[in-house]
């Protein structure tokens, strides 16, 4: 007789919110995925022919974030603070590093997972492109990178 589990109701992706420090309008349509990968470092010991392997850094990948184009001025303005630290003008990073949330949502509206990224950045910013013979919304994008980021409870 087979054993039949307990079903379990997975989490939808079309539902969340991100929640940037000091950005007022942070609605976004699509956000790529979260991914870290850990280094796999490996050494051989007295001519081994079986290496020992143990973790090794950490790279976590850039997020991308897309949004309708609107007046806001927030995630350029942001971008704007990194290109003038940049330039040499010697402000500190408080200005341009900032944590943000992705909260995914159920249908309700419900918090179910929170993750969250530490001291996110702008690394390019894609005003969208423009076309007479489309009937679309012109998006524009962002990509941040961060130190890390974890769930949080």
Known sequence: MPVIGN???FHKKFKFVVEIDDVGHAGFQKCSELS???ANVQYFEGGSLIPNKSPGRLTFAD???ERGATQDRDLFDWLHDVAIISSGLGLTDV????????????RD???????SLSRAWPVKFVAGDWDNEADENVIESVTLTY?????VQ
């Open 7 to 9: 079903p379990r109701s």
């Open 95 to 106: 200005f341009y590093k900032r944590n943000l949330d992705i909260v995914q949502q159920d």
């Open 109 to 115: 509206g419900t918090t179910l997972r929170r993750w």
């Open 63 to 65: 997020v991308t974030l």
């Open 36 to 38: 870290v990968e850990v």
């Open 147 to 151: 130190d890390f980021f974890e769930l």
